[in-house]
């Protein structure tokens, strides 16, 4: 794994919560392990990634039928395409008509055989049973979120997928009563699995989970997106090279972005968190 940690101590731009040293990494594995998923989603380590376990038959239909599926869009104004649909800066009224359009299109991309999609909840399933937890999609008013989002990020500069975090956008007012703000109790976590990875594309994440009153002076308190690269200068970070067939599941209450992308990196992806003790769900 290439892990690089900076070491500057220049004056903080933001203010929120650092980990220690213990805490900040990534935990590597070659099978999967879904009680490191759970300590994941407890706060007790930033994220793990599970190396090659996407067996290549079903990367390679998940991604064929991605490219070729009549619900793929792109997403206006940023390098993407995506077959989903993705709940940042709505009203979960229109966040969750669009899952509930889209929810046949996103099932046909991901039932392949041995999909990971499918593998991966099954062992978190199975993993929160023994601690008297279940896991499912979040829902509103007999409504479903969506199951996942099946992305692609193409662009070009410094960053592909520009910094943010994933708890601001839990907070958006149009959200009220969804049950994805109490995951803000607890921890809001992503999780990606990656079918098609070419050059580039890395995962990076700085030690720092924005605070409101940083958010509010970037003007950033309910979307979470576009972090300026210089506040973020002093910050450790983790660089994380990403691989065809990995799975990887880390705190998005950090800040992290895709850095520079040759080609194609498209992922099969999710939010995830505990709403209460005996409850995690998922959304996109």
């Not at 992305?151 to 007012?173: E, I, N, V, Y």
């Not at 009563?177 to 890395?202: D, K, S, W, Y």
């Not at 660089?239 to 992290?256: C, E, K, S, T």
Request: aromatic share 8%; glycine share 8%.
């Amino acid at each position: 794994m290439n892990q690089k940690a900076s070491t500057r101590q220049e004056t903080q731009p933001l203010s929120g919560y650092r980990g220690d040293a213990g805490y900040f990494r990534f935990e590597e594995r070659t099978e999967f392990d879904p009680e490191l998923v759970l300590d994941v989603l407890r706060g007790r380590r930033l994220g793990v990634i599970f190396r090659g376990v996407i067996p290549a038959k079903a990367q390679r239909a998940i991604t064929d039928r991605f490219w070729a599926s009549p619900a793929r869009r792109h997403r206006p104004g940023e390098p993407s395409h995506y077959v989903g649909s993705y709940h940042w800066n709505k009203s979960v009224e229109t966040y969750l008509a669009e899952s509930e359009a889209v929810r046949v299109d996103v099932e046909n991309v991901l039932d392949v055989p041995d999909s990971p999609w499918a593998s991966f909840r099954d062992g978190v399933s199975t993993a929160l049973a023994r601690h008297g937890a279940t896991l499912r999609v979040a829902r509103m008013h007999g409504t479903s979120a969506g199951p996942a989002l099946i992305r692609a990020w193409t662009g070009a500069g410094a960053f592909s997928l520009a910094p943010h975090d994933d708890a601001a956008q839990c907070k958006d007012p149009r959200q009220a009563g969804f049950e994805i703000q109490r995951t803000l109790e607890h921890e809001v976590c992503a999780v990606n699995m990656c079918v098609e990875h070419e050059q580039g594309g890395r995962l990076v994440i700085w030690n720092i989970r924005p605070d409101d009153p940083s958010r509010d002076e970037l003007g950033l308190r309910d979307t979470g997106f576009g972090y300026p690269a210089d506040v973020l200068a002093g910050f450790d970070e983790i660089r994380l090279d990403i691989r065809q067939g990995d799975v990887y599941v880390f705190n998005g209450a950090h800040v992290h972005a895709v850095d520079a992308t040759e080609g194609n990196r498209t992922n099969v992806s999710c939010l995830i968190g505990f709403t209460d003790d005996r409850t995690v769900v998922t959304w996109t």
